[in-house]
């Protein structure tokens, strides 16, 4: 049953990373939500439906009922953080006066605009 997750998981992170980046078109530079928030939002609901004994699992529950309480755990989860995380991220913008810099300074790249020096002797 794990290959079974992890495949479809994999299937769905990648998918995940193509519609994050290329049609909804935010910058995700570490794919956070498209492999951490899709993989295991999918390997929750995935363990309600393969807790049942008729699958191999360990719970003689039904999969409806296991799946229902995975779905609300999932969905709990991601208000949660994401609440938690635009709250984290307005303080640091008020204590910090923003989280961007300049549109200049972002053309030219960070290490020139910010620190005036170059990552790279090229």
Known sequence: MGFVMGFVAGVACFNAIGVCKHHLGYDDSFDTFGLHGMGGSVGSLLTGVF???????FEDIAITNQLWIQFKSVVFTILYYSIATFAILKVVGLLTGGLRVEPEVEQIGLDSGEHNERAYNL
């Open 51 to 57: 807790a049942s004994t008729s699958l191999g699992g």
